[in-house]
């Protein structure tokens, strides 16, 4: 007779870089139902939003997430400049682009070494990161940091890109491009990667848009949706194609993220190539009115910001949704089925950031 059991995952695991927290129902070893318990690390950020003034916000939303803060500044940017009809200069729009594509290659071999690390691959796991220390190098000598930029500003960005640098960085991303070469195809080829991720934590597509996935979870799943397809910053002028695989399973979002750090480096070089001439920040005067929601892509999908306004320096309210907290109901749907061995892996194939879902 089977034995049912229900036992904690998390919100301490070896395999976890975030602390989630799952109370799962195992019968021998199979995973038959899953419950979240969030707010494990609530940091009261969005209230924190209203008691700053509107300036002092762009420093406070980049500590959300640190690998995506730069996305959160711009999101929370362009909601200041839309309420403020704040017009960006076209040199601040493509140098957002290109921090924002290497946040996202800098985020998906950060998440492409942690899945090495979950099947004890380590060599591979530090191999990764290493390739990886090369974009976050170019972050500190473009913005100044390696995570936390502070390199956009409303109004634009802070932080201009000098001649010189920008031969560093080409020269730096075909470096890294030619490095991903070699080991992806491996990785992505391996029986013991497959065996792990081919068939485990099935998402079709109904359940992906009934369940409301974003980003490379609702892709693996066949959706063509991303939000740098509404011509954000310059994407509109860039023709971009969001990648797609149809299997929407563990290996199909690897394969995904491991398409899209290779469709990231061409994006950043092509904005770096097309850069106009000019200035890359314009002076910001008076406070915002009204209420806007903003979207963007995040590496890990859809960021949505919520601003209202009240004409002073302080905001009258501040949310934020975050790629996790959408994919939290679709985990839920992939977990029953997999046996027990498989659970890390599933989890982790949603890319899972807690401080992000729980601010």
Known sequence: MATRITAPF?????????PLH???????????SVSPAIGYVHRGI????????YPQNVFLVER???ICSFMHAMTYCQGIEDLMNIEITPRAKYLRVFYSELSRVHSHLLWLGLLADAFGFESLFMRYWAIREKVVDMMEM???????LSACAIGGIRRDITAEQIKIVEQT?????????RITPVVMNDYTVKKRTVGKGILTQEEAITYGAVGPVLRASGVAQDMRQTG???????????IVENDGDSYARAKVRAREAYQSIDLALEALARLPEGEALVKVKGNPQGETIQRVEQPRGELLYYIKANGTKNLERLRIRTPTFAHVPSLLKMLPGNEMADVPV???SIDPCISCTER
């Not at 998390?10 to 975030?18: C, R, T």
């Not at 473009?142 to 936390?148: D, E, F, M």
């Open 10 to 18: 998390g919100p301490q695991h070896p395999v976890l870089p975030e």
């Open 22 to 32: 799952l109370n799962i129902t195992y019968e021998d070893e199979k995973v038959v």
């Open 46 to 53: 969005e209230k924190a939003g209203e008691l700053n003034e």
């Open 64 to 66: 959300v997430c640190g």
């Open 142 to 148: 473009t913005g100044g940091h390696r995570i936390i």
């Open 173 to 181: 991303l075909q470096e890294v491009r030619q490095e991903l070469d």
């Open 232 to 242: 954000y910053a310059a994407y509109g002028e860039m023709g971009f194609e969001p």
């Open 346 to 348: 599933v989890i982790l």
